[in-house]
């Protein structure tokens, strides 16, 4: 009985068989890396090479024999291939192991091929690379030989999502050597890469500032509004409580005398003579 595991766990392996076979069919065009996805109508298969014309051939005959091998070996029902140039064949770390091979199988020093690859993807705008090639380099032991320049990350995430990771065989007589090229592309972000945006100070609009004025007069405090009452009146009107009352002690004053000038005199009558008896 199978189970989803056992069914993602088949197919993953059948994926990883259809790349080693691509891998080494279109070896010549330089094989820059290979997607593949599943459609409603069937499955779509993407080759990107340095080289697409050689993966095509004459009126398309190699691409359609490449279609017919792998659905006979791997049981593709409605395959689709399809062939695409690689954008920056130096950024590519497929394209650059397979170019360190051709030059070991060429004849070339392990040195002088992995100096020359390094730079070549270091001209190119790549933020690290690291170049490894291991086998019998140059006597009977094996041996490892390493490259390095830039940032490399070797473990956690960054690795996992930034790294972009290639692999190549070279056939020597001594043996087969293997390569690998691992490169940090021109725009990978690490962790520790922080961009901190400048404060931006938003200026009050014209209504807002006048809204706030209006506002202060609001709650400005009842001594200020007292205070410009005062400033307002006229001084003469404005007298201390000392002379008010000095005036009403005048008029009062004057009312009275005015009253008592008012007032009818008393009728006297002159008294009588009083003769002298003696």
């Known amino acids: 009985m199978t189970t989803i595991a056992r069914e993602m766990v088949e197919e993953r392996v059948r994926r990883m068989l259809v790349h080693e076979f691509v891998r080494k069919e279109v070896d010549r065009a330089g094989f820059g890396g290979l997607s593949i996805q599943r459609t409603p109508l069937g499955t779509h298969v993407r080759i990107l090479a340095e080289r697409p014309g050689i993966v095509i ?49 060429r004849g070339w020093n392990y040195r002088r091929a992995g100096n020359s690859m390094l730079q ?59 390569v690998k090229v691992v490169i940090m592309p021109p725009d990978a972000k690490l962790p520790d890469e922080i961009d901190v945006a400048p404060a931006v100070v938003e200026q009050p609009s014209a209504n807002e ?52 000038a008012e007032a009818p005199k008393e009728v006297t009558q002159p008294e009588a003579k009083v003769e002298d008896s003696k």
């Not at 409605?78 to 091979?101: F, H, I, R, Y």
């Not at 400033?231 to 009062?252: F, H, L, M, R």
Request: with cysteine.
């Open 57 to 105: 051939g004459r009126k398309g005959a190699d691409i359609n024999r490449l279609t017919e091998e792998l659905e006979r070996t791997f049981g593709y029902e409605n395959l689709q291939v399809e062939a695409g140039d690689v954008e920056n064949w130096a950024l590519n770390p497929d394209v650059m192991a397979s170019k360190v091979t051709n030059a070991l199988e």
């Open 120 to 178: 070549r993807i270091m001209g190119a705008g790549a933020r690290g690379c690291q170049i490894t090639i291991a086998g019998k380099l140059t006597g009977l032991r094996h041996r490892t030989e390493k490259f390095i320049e830039g940032h490399i990350k070797h473990c956690g995430e960054p690795a996992l999502q930034l790294m972009q990771v290639g692999y190549s065989q070279a056939k020597l007589k001594p043996g087969t050597i293997g």
């Open 209 to 260: 500032e006048g809204d706030a004025v209006t506002e202060e007069e609001e709650t400005a405090p009842a001594n200020d509004k007292q205070a410009s009452v005062a400033k307002s009146i006229p001084e003469e009107e404005v007298k201390p409580d000392a002379d008010a009352s000095e005036g009403a002690a005048k008029t009062s004053a004057k009312g009275k005398t005015v009253d008592a």
